[in-house]
């Protein structure tokens, strides 16, 4: 596609047209992730021979699209986006004055864990509460007193979300980075998981080990390192040991020597990616069929950073074969035809992960709705949060 430029005569600027950007604020107005990435990319496809577009013409685009494919409200929240309620002046930690702003405040309470309704309804209340006292001009750190306040005393929500808010703002505030990484086998959402999760969490650094694989792939030939040219389902086929065998004689012994050797292959290169982001104090997102829980032992200890490994799990045969089907539809090059002929070795492979998680305790998580999983993942990473946590509320917020 041709590079699409956005307009905005106001402030006389131009900028490239970024789909995650798009999805972004689709999600920010209640639409699913799926939902909204497939919006994001059908408005970008419809503008492929277009070279310019104003920020207004966009958004009357997307607007358009909603109120076909949408509801009413979404549609409405997706208009009045980026609105805030300049009556209310914000004092931030590092001293800047901004308006409050309903979508920020609604999105960090989803990060917590909950659904947009509920996130929608604390936010509403708590600038009802600020408007109704006339607090004009109020802290950062008054909000989040305020929001801990209704989170403990609302009956649907109660201390235990309360509790969530709080060490999630004082893990905000301590800049440690956060790495999380996500395993699973091939076809269980990975890495559209990791997608949605950056976008929630704003993390701009991710990476995958199928994208380390290739290069290693491109900088060792086939003949040098055929483990590692393999399928991480079909790297038992590689071993020398092998000698023709059908994986049916060793069923997953044999299939999970072949990952393992392939796994060990990357561990350099995958603990390489996670201490250049200790090193850099920055958060990751790290996914792939080869985040085996031997990799925890290689990350360094001395550090502050949250480690939080997830196992990704799609528990129903038929349910994985539709998620590998669907590839082919969705992304050609991903060649699903190849994962459904070896479907029972994939599947084979996903027990042997998930028994490798159980053994080690690494939650498992399995993968139904996406936005659902998402608030899982978040729920556990606070969980992990919440071991050392000690704080009280005044030290907190001040």
């Known amino acids: 596609m041709a590079k699409l430029l956005i307009e905005d005569p106001e402030g006389g600027t131009q900028v490239p047209f970024l789909r995650g950007i798009l999805t972004r604020s689709l999600q920010n107005s209640g639409l699913p992730f799926e939902d909204a990435y497939q919006l994001a990319t059908t408005v970008r496809q419809e503008l492929d021979d277009t070279d310019s577009i104003t920020l207004d013409e966009l958004r009357s685009k997307v607007l358009s699209h909603l109120e076909k494919t949408s509801t009413a409200s979404i549609a409405y929240r997706y208009q009045s986006q980026g609105t805030t309620d300049t009556n209310i002046q914000v004092k931030r930690l590092d001293d800047r004055v901004t ?199 290689r990350i360094p200890t001395d550090t502050d950073a949250v480690i939080a490994p997830i196992m990704l799990a799609v528990l129903k045969r038929s349910h994985l074969k539709e998620r590998i089907a669907g590839r082919g539809t969705k992304v050609p090059q991903r060649r699903s035809a190849r994962y459904l002929e070896n479907f029972q070795d994939i599947w084979h492979l996903q027990s042997f992960l998930l028994s490798e998680a159980d053994r080690t305790k690494i939650p498992i998580i399995v993968n139904t709705k996406r936005d659902v999983v998402v608030r899982e993942i978040m729920r556990t990473v606070i969980e992990t949060l919440s071991k050392d946590f000690t704080a009280t509320p005044e030290e907190v917020f001040g």
């Open 99 to 297: 308006p409050f702003s309903a979508d920020q405040h609604r999105h960090c309470l989803e990060t917590i864990g909950l659904t947009y309704k509920e996130a929608m309804m604390v936010t509403e209340e708590i600038r009802k509460h600020l408007i109704e006292n006339q607090m004009m001009t109020v802290t950062s750190q008054e909000i989040s007193r305020l929001t801990y306040r209704f989170l403990k005393k609302t009956e649907k929500l109660g201390p235990a979300v309360a509790k969530r808010w709080l060490v999630w703002i004082d893990f905000l505030r301590s800049g440690r980075p956060l790495i999380l990484l996500i395993g699973g086998t091939s076809g269980c959402g990975k890495s559209t998981i990791a997608t949605a999760l950056a976008n929630q969490l704003d993390i701009v650094r991710t990476q995958s080990t199928d994208m380390l694989r290739e290069v290693m792939r491109s900088m060792l030939s086939k003949r040098l390192l055929p483990i590692l040219h393999a399928s991480s389902f079909s790297a038992w086929q590689a071993l020398p040991s092998h000698e023709g065998r059908s994986l049916e004689d060793h069923d997953e012994l044999l299939l999970a020597e072949g990952f393992l050797a392939q796994a060990d292959l990357l561990s350099v290169a995958s603990e390489a990616v996670i201490e250049r982001a200790l090193r850099e104090r920055v958060s990751l997102i790290f996914e792939g069929v080869h985040i085996h829980p031997s990799l925890l032992d």
